[in-house]
């Protein structure tokens, strides 16, 4: 005769609802898994409000291992702008929209791969990676443009792509005021 019971369902974490869960939380009762034991100990879990006894994974890491977080993804954002900015070379105003979103952009994917840290990081960072997508961009037009010359018709894009990674800082950063 075949087993027609019902299939046993796992308890799940409350915090995590996609790992199965290791115990329940000291403080209020809730299944946490064991990550979150490890992490929160006796002082409860996330979903209660515990205070962690240990760090977010990667809290750990060098300066220089957040410095190349933070190049690997606005570099990796800069060369797709600077291909996309590379269409809008020697046009009228979307000459210098156009690295400005790039800077906006770099900025962005700098900040969010080095989430909780100081902005110093990450705007540096993106600052080089807008400066060089805008050079890029020059130089993928068809015969190649010049990176600096003449400056009156060279500069503004530069300073367009370093005045979007302030402007992240202005709409997008965190406020001022905790």
């Given at each position: 005769?075949?087993?027609?019971?019902?299939?046993?369902?796992?308890?799940?974490?409350?915090?995590?609802?996609t790992?199965?869960?290791?115990?329940?939380?000291?403080?209020?009762?809730?299944?946490?898994?064991?990550?979150?034991?490890?992490?929160?100990?006796?002082?409860?879990?996330?979903?209660?409000?515990?205070?962690?006894?240990?760090?977010?994974?990667?809290?750990?890491?060098?300066?220089?291992?957040?410095?190349?977080?933070?190049?690997?993804?606005?570099?990796a954002?800069?060369?797709?702008?600077?291909?996309?900015?590379?269409?809008?070379v020697?046009?009228?105003?979307?000459?210098?929209?156009?690295?400005g979103?790039?800077?906006?952009?770099?900025a962005?994917?700098?900040?969010?791969?080095?989430?909780?840290?100081?902005?110093?990081?990450?705007?540096?960072?993106?600052?080089?990676?807008?400066?060089?997508?805008?050079?890029?961009?020059?130089?993928?037009?068809?015969?190649?443009?010049?990176?600096?010359?003449?400056?009156?018709?060279?500069?503004?894009?530069?300073?367009?792509?370093?005045?979007?990674?302030?402007?992240?800082?202005?709409?997008?950063?965190?406020s001022?005021?905790?």
């Open positions: 005769m075949e087993d027609v019971s019902p299939p046993v369902r796992s308890v799940r974490c409350a915090v995590h609802p790992r199965v869960a290791a115990g329940g939380c000291p403080n209020c009762g809730r299944p946490r898994c064991g990550a979150d034991a490890r992490r929160y100990g006796d002082a409860g879990c996330a979903a209660c409000g515990g205070k962690p006894i240990l760090p977010l994974a990667g809290a750990g890491a060098t300066a220089l291992e957040w410095w190349l977080r933070a190049a690997i993804a606005a570099l954002v800069a060369f797709v702008g600077g291909w996309i900015a590379a269409e809008y020697d046009t009228h105003y979307f000459a210098t929209v156009a690295p979103l790039v800077g906006l952009a770099c962005w994917a700098a900040a969010a791969a080095t989430s909780g840290l100081p902005l110093r990081i990450p705007l540096t960072v993106s600052c080089g990676a807008a400066l060089l997508a805008t050079g890029l961009s020059f130089r993928l037009v068809p015969g190649g443009q010049n990176l600096v010359l003449p400056p009156g018709h060279r500069l503004p894009p530069y300073v367009a792509a370093v005045v979007g990674v302030a402007a992240w800082r202005v709409l997008f950063g965190p001022r005021r905790s």
